[in-house]
């Protein structure tokens, strides 16, 4: 038997398992980063992409990412980074798609269509006008829909982190809507946004 093989060329290195906790990682992330790059480039297939160069960086560089304070963080910083350069490279910003706005069942089944799309776009450009942190939160939380745990887990921060920044955002987002007098009525609620 001959180290060669028939599949690989020559002069071309055989391939390494990846390691176990990067395979583990992969599983465990990929799912909500291709959400995220998907939200934000419009296509399941752009997203993908955007997300496979994520990790193909991060399997380069694994034992150096594990070195840093938050792999987590590390890599939603490169994912934010991948999906950028492919709206860039398509000639075009990356930004909360605001067709979302017409896949609500709310739009649907509102009696004032017309209204209830103008109050979601105006939602939807405030949540863009956040600070980073704040803006990654919101979309998380409440345009995606995980969890406390499972944003700060993706985030690599803590859940008191996600919380306290997702009070501010809705206070800034707040604000912005001119809704800041009920503000000061809403209690701490992390699960909600009124």
């Known amino acids: ?55 193909e960086q991060l399997a380069a560089e694994w034992g150096e990412v594990l070195k840093v304070d938050s792999p987590a963080g590390h890599a939603w910083t490169l994912l934010k980074r991948h999906t950028v350069e492919a709206a860039r490279a398509r000639g075009r910003r990356p930004v909360v798609m605001d067709t979302a706005a017409f ?4 739009l649907r089944d509102a009696v004032d269509p017309v209204g209830e ?41 803590s859940e008191p982190g996600v919380r306290s ?10 604000e912005a809507l001119g809704l800041s007098g009920e503000a000061a009525k809403e209690g701490g609620d992390d699960e909600q946004v009124h």
């Open 1 to 55: 038997m001959t180290e060669k093989s028939p599949l690989r060329g020559e002069g071309v290195a055989p391939l390494t398992p990846l390691p176990a906790d990067f395979r583990a990682f992969h599983q465990m992330y990929r799912p909500a980063y291709v959400r995220w790059a998907e939200l934000y480039l419009g296509g399941r297939d752009e997203a993908e992409e955007a997300v496979d160069r994520t990790f």
């Open 103 to 106: 896949e609500t069942v709310a």
């Open 117 to 157: 799309l103008a109050e979601s776009l105006s939602v939807y450009q405030a949540i863009r006008e956040l600070p980073e942190r704040q803006h990654d939160v919101i979309v998380l939380r409440y345009c995606i829909g995980y969890g406390t745990a499972e944003t700060a887990d993706i985030l690599g921060i």
């Open 165 to 174: 920044t997702a009070r501010y955002a809705r206070h800034r987002l707040k």
